[in-house]
Structure formats: structure tokens, C-alpha cells
């Protein structure tokens, strides 16, 4: 009596799957060996079951390694370099989502604060170099008033001559009423 054909799908049982791949296995190796000493033939085979147990057969006096070149010489596949470059291109790109997501912990942390700060520094620095250069155009005749924070918004005009200096002041929470200041009293003009 011969065997019966068996149908080739899974086999759900996960102990008769087991034993099955076991003895297959076993036969796969067996087979190999014979090829290799029958034909002189360099064999690898390489398994990994369901459970990610590795089982591999490799011819005598060879190498994984050198059965890799081998593999590569014959196909002109170079498998080392493209390796190397899928390992190159994934470290480029893990070295940006690094440099993002450092850059968004200083933003979180508040590291960007001294660049904020930088800037206002540079603003108020050009704020100054204007006010001199417009104090040199006006020729002693016009000038600007820089105060301690007195005055939310302050300019002085001088005219031909006037001894005095007034300052224009707006109040934030009002309606900005026009406020002139000689350095005794504060005019409203309506």
C-alpha cells in the first residue's frame, strides 16, 4: 500500500504542525547532504520556524560568508553595498527625526528663548542706530525723546528757537486723547 496524496494548506493544529515540521525538516536536511556529497554541490539552507527557532545546513568546507560571495559573484548582486546604503539612507533619516524632535523639546523647554531674546536685542540696537541717524538728519533743529517708560509713545518737536520740549503720551485702556507735556504739565487736547 502507498501513501495517500495530502492536501497542502496549513495545518491548524499547532502540535501536528510541530512534529510535521520537524520530520520535513530533518528530510530537507538530509537531502541536502545527500546533494552535496553525491553531486559535490555547495548546499545552504537556512530555516526559521513558526516559533523563530533558526535551523541551517551548510556544505562542508564552506562558509556562511563565503557561500555569500559566492552568491554575489555568480548573480552580480552585491549584497554588502546595498545593505550598507538601506542602512546609510535609514540613519539619514533617523538623524532628522532627532534633530526635529530636539528642536521641538528646546521650543518646549524654552531654548529658544535666548534667539527670541537676540532678536529683540538686535531690534532695539537698530532702534537706536535709527534714532541717531534721524537726530544727525534733523541738525539740532527737531529731536526725539527716549524716557524710562513715563510715556507709552514719546516724540519731541522743537521749533525754531522754543526752549521747550513736548512729548506725545497715549493711554492704553482709553480712548488715546492727545496729551502735550513741557516737563511741569500735561495739556489734554481733545
Known sequence: MGRGKIEIKKIENATNRQV?????RNGLFKKAQELTV??????????FSSTGKFHEFLSPNISTKGFFDLYQKTTGIDL?????ERMEENYRRLKEINKKLRREIRQRMGG????HKKKVRNLEERHANLIMDLEAKLDGQDGIVETGGYYESTMGLLP???????????????????????????????
Not at 38 to 47: G, H, P
Not at 80 to 84: A, G, I, L, M, V
Not at 164 to 177: D, E, H
Open 160 to 190: 525754531n528757537g522754543a526752549s521747550n520740549l513736548y512729548a506725545l503720551r497715549l493711554y492704553q485702556n482709553q480712548q488715546p486723547p492727545l496729551v502735550l507735556h513741557d516737563g511741569t504739565n500735561d495739556l489734554r487736547l481733545a
Open 80 to 84: 554588502w553595498n546595498s545593505h550598507y
Open 38 to 47: 553525491l553531486c559535490d554541490a555547495k548546499v545552504s539552507l537556512i530555516m
Open 112 to 115: 529658544d528663548l535666548n534667539k
Open 20 to 24: 510535521t515540521y520537524s520530520k520535513r
